[in-house]
């Protein structure tokens, strides 16, 4: 959703790295282009406003003018003030001392609570708690019934004693199930209140109630990020008229400008704790001020990215996988399905690469990624037969076209795959073999080529003479032996002669003395 406002400043910083001192004219321009990109991206003018004087304050100041880079300061500079808008440091649940720890979600309709609802009873389930979730909000149709289906999702219990739809008292329902969570020992309960399409008396009298009923260790404020600068108007009413300790952005996942992430916690002190970020339940995650900055300012996200791979990928089969990879086995098409399947597990290729640094200058090839041609991939290698996955080399003419049969593919697809398969299983023996480089696994070094010449002992030359005189040299050499053979390092030739060059008979080089030595 940052893709606009991420785009400007990276084209407005790009214009900065030729400059190897700014000026005040270039501070002035700079910081110019930065609000317009603000104002673009639908940043309350307030914020614009803070934003851009703290940056020019700190342009101009020594930082900057005694940089050897002006332009990575300025960027460093922009990089610290989005974090400090953002929040600052990442803002973590607060658990009651004595559970359970009671969560009311509060928003208007259609900023996707009932959904988040879900999505957060998952996130604290994977991180070993047991939530319940409430359903209090009984006015909009079908409310009830959509928190029952998240709840199954989700894998967690669900409170649901009124069929809603206009019928039962949300306070009290709200008010019974902290106690049902205590019989049922849930040490976290999240209430799904009600909201409307625009703030009105009825709704904050409803959730002021609901709060002064169960008095909740944190109420969040769900927010949709792609309503712009409305977000600012509602949180500002809704932090009047109820007061919460937290927002929760959703639907980042759009076409949003993201003004209203930028905005929200700067007009109302309240800090971003969570982000939703898809439609799977899975898509939700804690908010990270610095990471999102990072984002901005394409800069990757490297540790989210990191995060998700342990979350996704099982440590037996990545152990597996790395020892059989050590021990030079052949890397099979069984394997590589194995692999792409994890990679999947973790999200659409658009957003893996889009945590990378420096992939917003190739968005466009990067949006134009289909995650259905690995659906594709996997249909081609999952129609061959055992013996084809483990051996692609026996798959002739005939076995393509029955392959591409099965997958629903062409002839030529499967072609490509085993072309391409052959290709990476021929980097995977390099990287078995070390590649070549000393102290690897098959390297150069200890147990590789070198040592297993050097087992076959000293290679005798064919003239008498050179070998008379390597024998010589060798009952004559010291027990360590000096680097270089039995002439040193003379003249600078590593212990080789010249082409040419040869001694005379009987002479010793261990006996010669030369300037500078006793």
């Not at 990679?343 to 289909?370: A, T």
């Not at 008498?464 to 027990?479: D, F, H, I, N, S």
């Amino acid at each position: 959703m940052f893709e606009t406002l991420s785009d400007r400043l990276t084209s407005v910083f790009s214009s900065l790295r030729s400059k190897g001192r700014l000026s005040d004219a270039d501070i002035d321009a700079t910081t110019r282009e930065i609000r317009i990109a603000l104002l673009e991206a639908d940043v309350a003018l307030p914020v614009v406003k803070a934003f851009v004087a703290r940056v020019k304050e700190r342009a101009r100041g020594a930082e900057v003018s005694q940089a050897l880079n002006p332009a990575q300061q300025v960027v460093k500079i922009v990089n610290d003030e989005l974090i400090e808008i953002l929040g600052g440091e990442t803002r973590r649940l607060r658990y009651a001392k004595t559970p359970p720890t009671v969560i009311m979600l509060a928003g208007l309709q259609g900023s996707g609570k009932t959904t988040l609802a879900g999505k957060l009873a998952t996130w604290l389930r994977e991180q070993g708690h047991v939530p319940l979730l409430v359903a209090a909000d009984l006015q909009r149709p079908n409310a009830v019934q959509q928190l029952q289906v998240m709840g199954e999702r989700a894998k967690v219990a669900v409170y649901a004693p009124e069929p809603g739809n206009g019928v039962g008292d949300p306070v009290d329902v709200a008010r019974r199930s902290v106690d049902e969570a205590r019989r049922q020992q849930h040490d976290i309960v999240i209430i799904d209140t009600a909201g409307r399409l625009g703030i009105d008396q009825e709704m904050m009298r409803q959730a002021a109630d609901i709060r002064d009923a169960v008095t909740p260790d944190e109420i969040l404020f769900v927010v949709d990020a792609m309503i712009g600068q409305d977000a600012v108007t509602t949180a500002q009413a809704f932090m009047d008229g109820v007061g919460f300790d937290g927002v929760v952005l959703t639907k980042l996942d759009g076409d949003a400008r993201g003004g209203a992430a930028l905005s929200v916690r700067h007009i109302t002190g309240r800090p971003i704790m969570f982000a939703s970020t898809g439609e799977k339940i899975e898509d939700f995650d804690a908010f990270h001020p610095d990471r999102m900055a990072s984002r901005i300012l394409d800069m990757g996200d490297i540790l989210t990215l990191i995060e998700q791979a342990q979350k996704t990928f099982d440590e037996e089969q990545a152990a597996k996988m790395a020892s059989k990879l050590t021990a030079g086995e052949n890397f099979t098409l069984e394997d590589f399905l194995e692999q792409m399947m994890m990679v999947q597990k973790m999200g659409p290729i658009k957003n893996l690469l889009g945590m990378m640094p420096g992939m917003g200058q190739m968005r466009d090839q990067i949006n134009s990624i289909d995650d259905r041609d690995l659906d594709r991939i996997a249909a081609i290698i999952r129609s061959m037969t055992p013996a084809e996955r483990q051996d692609p080399k026996i798959i002739n003419g005939s076995r393509r076209a029955r392959i591409a049969n099965g997958s629903g593919t062409t002839v030529s697809a499967v072609s490509n795959l085993v072309t391409r398969f052959f290709e990476a299983q021929k980097m995977m023996k390099r990287m078995a073999g070390g590649m070549g480089i000393p102290g690897m696994p098959g390297g150069k070094g200890k147990g590789g080529k070198a040592a297993k010449k050097a087992k076959k002992g000293r290679r005798v030359s064919g003239d008498p003479r050179k070998a008379a005189l390597g024998k010589t040299a060798a009952a004559e050499q010291p027990a360590e032996p000096r680097k270089g053979g039995a002439l040193g390092n003379l003249g600078g030739l590593g212990g080789k002669l010249p082409p040419g060059v040869e001694l005379p008979p009987g002479f010793d080089p261990s006996k010669l003395r030369l300037p500078g030595q006793k």
